[in-house]
């Protein structure tokens, strides 16, 4: 689906509504976090659908685009990370 046709929802939804949640881990001491970040970092830079999962959620707190708004669905992320990256 091409970026142009996508509608952003404009409606206000409460947190409590959103359909996401956080994944739990225990993350070991010897994790190199750095490494991690460097790869995460990489994959923003060439956003695509299947670096996502399927219940994503980007919550952009006046980042990308100057006012609260959150996205969901790996498809509408990797579209709006596109167009404003």
Do not use: K
């Not at 707190?61 to 992320?77: D, Q």
């Not at 990797?78 to 167009?83: F, G, I, L, Q, R």
Request: glycine share 2%.
């Amino acid at each position: 689906m091409s970026s142009s046709n996508l509608q952003y929802p404009t409606r206000a939804v409460s947190l409590t509504e959103h359909p996401a949640s956080l994944p739990e881990a225990d993350i070991a001491d010897t994790v190199n976090h750095a490494a991690i970040a460097a790869s995460a970092v990489a994959y923003l830079s060439d956003l695509s659908v299947n670096a996502l999962t399927d219940n994503a959620i980007w919550r952009d707190c006046l980042a990308l685009t100057g006012t609260l708004r959150t996205f969901f669905s790996p498809e509408v992320i990797a579209s709006v990370w596109t167009d404003l990256a």
